[in-house]
């Protein structure tokens, strides 16, 4: 009896604790909704303060990802741009690379046409020189009797000639039709100023010359502006004192110096025209009297033209371009080897054997001496006249 009530006695104290528990419990959950407390003992108003802070905040990192978003589109926008400037870059240097590898081609093209053209020119000097030999119009019909191989040789060379000289104006042709620079409308203009010399011309020489004209009319044009142009350039890069030809006029093109070379052509032509007693022409009998006409006439002949002086030029050029270490020496070396031109004189008048004399021009308005008798007074009148005969008296005494 003794155990029982104890242990109900203890059961009752743990269930009274428990109520008490509770009742507490109860208590302060009553006196937090009055008071406006949680369970950590923060007031309500601290909880919406948080609540509205934590709002911005969630507010103020969508504003930041729309501002990082703008600067991404930015920076893929410029990237884009600049992607296709260095697209249009590349292909501005492949269009230019393509640029330069045609103007490279054009140029070893005009080099390799102008290496041959020097080499033709080369193989015709001794043609030039050797035509100058050959018999001339007026002489031509003793030489060319009809029906012998002489006559029929005249013929042949005659007919091959013609031939080269179409075959060089129809290549010239072909390179002015390639070029665009050089148009129809300009040769029209010069040739319409020849129409009237055209019209003048007879046989088939005359008419080889009218078209020679008519395609050095063509070119006139295009030639004066490269070069003109290419003379500024030149200029430009290397400095006026780089030039020390005879062109250096200042503030002038080189088309204008030619042409103010060329204003008296006459003088040039009689500076390539020769003698034809040093030529020895056929036909040409060379007299060795110092009074013949041939030595005492300081003009040439018209029908003979020597050009060495351009050929020279040109093989100097030449040289250069090929080595311009020994082309000083080649040129001069080829000068040593050329023929000296002899002066025309009679070697059988040496040691007096012949006389010599110049034959002196005639004299205009001039009138021989008249002889004529003084009187005997007359020496006596110059002597009072002048005083001599009181200067004598007076001697004497």
């Not at 045609?102 to 043609?127: H, M, P, S, Y």
């Not at 040789?153 to 390179?175: F, G, H, P, R």
């Not at 002196?360 to 005083?387: D, Q, R, S, T, W």
Request: charged content about 35%.
């Amino acid at each position: 009896m003794g155990k029982s009530s104890k242990r109900s006695r203890d059961m009752d104290e743990d269930e009274s604790s428990q109520e008490e528990v509770e009742s507490d419990y109860l208590e302060e959950m009553m006196d937090g909704e009055e008071g406006g407390s949680d369970d950590y003992g923060n007031s309500q108003e601290e909880a919406d303060s948080d609540h509205l802070e934590y709002m911005e905040e969630g507010e103020g990192d969508g504003r930041d990802d729309e501002q990082q978003n703008a600067e991404m589109e930015e920076l893929e926008r410029q990237y884009q741009h600049l992607q296709h400037e260095e697209q249009d870059h590349l292909k501005n240097l492949k269009r230019h690379k393509d640029e330069d590898a045609l103007k490279g081609q054009a140029i070893k093209n005009q080099k390799a046409l102008w290496d041959k053209t020097l080499e033709f020119r080369f193989l015709l000097q001794k043609v030039f020189s050797t035509s100058n030999k050959l018999p001339q119009e007026s002489i031509r019909s003793s030489f060319c009797i009809p029906g012998t191989e002489v006559d029929q040789a005249y013929s042949d060379l005659i007919s091959s000639s013609k031939q080269t000289l179409n075959c060089m104006l129809e290549l010239q042709e072909v390179l002015l039709e390639n070029n665009p620079s050089i148009t129809q409308d300009d040769s029209r203009k010069e040739s319409g100023k020849h129409e009237v010399l055209s019209t003048n011309l007879e046989g088939d020489g005359d008419e080889d010359w009218l078209q020679i004209h008519e395609m050095h009319s063509r070119i006139a044009p295009f030639r004066n502006i490269s070069v003109d142009k290419w003379q500024r350039k030149t200029q430009v890069t290397t400095g006026a004192a780089a030039f020390k030809g005879k062109l250096q006029a200042f503030n002038q093109n080189i088309s204008e110096q030619v042409a103010g070379y060329l204003r008296d052509p006459d003088k040039m032509i009689k500076r390539m025209q020769l003698k034809a007693s040093s030529v020895g022409v056929f036909g040409k009998v060379s007299e060795s009297d110092g009074t013949s006409k041939e030595d005492t006439n300081t003009d040439g002949d018209p029908e003979l033209i020597d050009d060495s002086e351009f050929y020279q030029q040109l093989l100097k050029e030449f040289l250069e371009s090929c080595d311009p270490t020994s082309s000083e020496a080649a040129f001069y070396a080829l000068r040593k080897m050329q023929t000296k031109k002899r002066k025309m004189v009679d070697r059988r008048a040496s040691k007096s054997r012949k006389i010599r004399y110049n034959v002196h021009e005639k004299i205009a308005n001039f009138m021989a001496p008249v002889p004529m008798v003084l009187p005997a007074m007359a020496p006596k009148l110059f002597e009072n006249l002048f005083g001599l005969g009181n200067r004598k008296s007076t001697s004497a005494a």
